[in-house]
């Protein structure tokens, strides 16, 4: 099964898409984590993302998509996987289609986001950053999710919800079907 689980940042993608992981005993592949150890490594590529992520921006499509289509390719993606963060436009999903049997997304308000964001104080954790990310969010990564609700595969979770309460919910909804 090859299961997407998307949203807004700070909603919660992460945790939910590592429970999930545990719970279907499928590798969970972390796209921001993936991106975030490409630019530390400091090659050409690495630096691109470095740049991207200091402006709050999406990393560039092909490097992206060659990243996700290299991970999904290895042999213990074969039964499938869980996907946190790609695609987060339409034009990504045009450079690789992961083939997603079901679609999850997050749902909160930017200010619940914001909230959580400030809290949890990673470097890119700024509110001009948010703010930004936030943006990126409504105007790229939403239509990709009405592309999904178009082809029936998409399923909206209230991200507000306790994390035990959201994985639960996530889990019955798998099990329907
Ligand atoms: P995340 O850890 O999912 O919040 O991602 C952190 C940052 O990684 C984002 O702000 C983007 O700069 C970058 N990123 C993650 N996923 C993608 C993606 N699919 N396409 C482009 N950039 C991404």
Redesign the pocket.
Known sequence: MRILVSGP??SG??TQATLLSKYLRLPFI???????DEAEKGTNNGLK?QI??K???????A???RV?KKRVGLPDCQDGFIM??????LS?LKHFDPNYDHVFSLDISDKEAAKRLLKRG?E?DTPA?IK??LE?YHRFTEPVLSWYMKKGILDKVNGEMRIEKVHQTIKERILKK
């Open positions: 940042t700070g993608k992460t972390g796209v921001g984590r993936m991106l975030r993302v991207a992520m402006k709050g921006t999406l990393v560039d499509d490097v992206v998509a996700v946190d963060g790609f695609p987060r436009s990504q990673r890119d950053l930004k990310r990126i």
